[in-house]
Antibody, heavy 118, light 110 residues
Framework: QVQLQESGPGLVRPSGTLSLTCVVS?????????WIWVRQPPGKGLEWIGE???????NCNPSLKSRVAISIDKSKNQFSLNLTSVTAADTAVYYC???????????WGQGTLVTVSS | QSVLTQPPSASGTPGQRVTISCSGT????????VNWYQHLPGTAPKLLVY???QRPSGVPDRFSGSKSGTSASLAISGLQSEDEADYYC???????????FGGGTKLTVL
């Protein structure tokens, strides 16, 4: 079955760059699907960060667009998230998922907690 | 503050029927289908209902979804202790040109 697994540093310094990778198994990152990043700050709801297509095209949340870069690596069957100039407000559990259509995501990764702190 | 509005909490006793609402606007729920996710903290969110009222394989028919205008609902009948979780609604949004979520509803089985 399709599985996604996030990985990356659990602690990032303020003003630094948050970098995460999502490894996909059981499916090809080159399939006709978008791949998405979503986050959940402590005690809050889910927030869409952005998504990437096999061509490398991206669609990002306007509120984060100036700080977000999402890329795809077909050779490693994975996609990545870079979020620059982070602050404490970027502390969250970050999830990756496969987009089936619109707001239909399945499956999701387990999520990884990233804390922004000095 | 989330774009879609859900009650922060809901509760019921085993065997009861519980409904969770999700309110949006014409740019999201009013124009697109709604998806629901079940989330247990520390685990991957699970797609529970898609395209407003369809269940993925393996999801019990105790879970059902509906929509009317700019609001949607998730109904859980025959409530079980294992249903205790957070539930999120989601829909595409034309203004954002991306998906939006509800703030989540924490369901407690008393």
């Amino acid at each position: 079955q399709v599985q996604l697994q996030e990985s990356g540093p659990g602690l990032v310094r303020p003003s630094g760059t948050l970098s995460l990778t999502c490894v996909v198994s059981g499916d090809s990152i080159s399939s006709n699907n978008w791949w998405i990043w979503v986050r959940q700050p402590p005690g809050k709801g889910l927030e869409w960060i952005g998504e990437v297509y096999r061509s490398g095209s991206t669609n990002c949340n306007p509120s984060l667009k100036s700080r977000v870069a999402i890329s795809i690596d077909k050779s490693k069957n994975q996609f990545s998230l870079n979020l620059t100039s982070v602050t404490a407000a970027d502390t969250a559990v970050y999830y990756c998922a496969k987009v089936l259509s619109g707001s239909r995501f399945d499956p999701w990764g387990q999520g990884t907690l990233v804390t922004v702190s000095s | 503050q989330s774009v879609l509005t859900q009650p922060p909490s809901a509760s019921g006793t085993p065997g009861q029927r519980v409904t969770i609402s999700c309110s949006g606007t014409s740019s999201n729920i009013g124009s697109y289908t709604v998806n629901w996710y079940q989330h247990l903290p520390g685990t991957a969110p699970k797609l529970l209902v898609y395209s407003t009222n369809q269940r993925p394989s393996g999801v019990p028919d105790r879970f059902s979804g509906s929509k009317s205008g700019t609001s949607a609902s998730l109904a859980i009948s025959g409530l079980q202790s294992e249903d205790e979780a957070d539930y999120y609604c989601a829909a595409w949004d034309d203004s954002l040109n991306g998906p939006v979520f509800g703030g989540g509803t924490k369901l407690t089985v008393l």
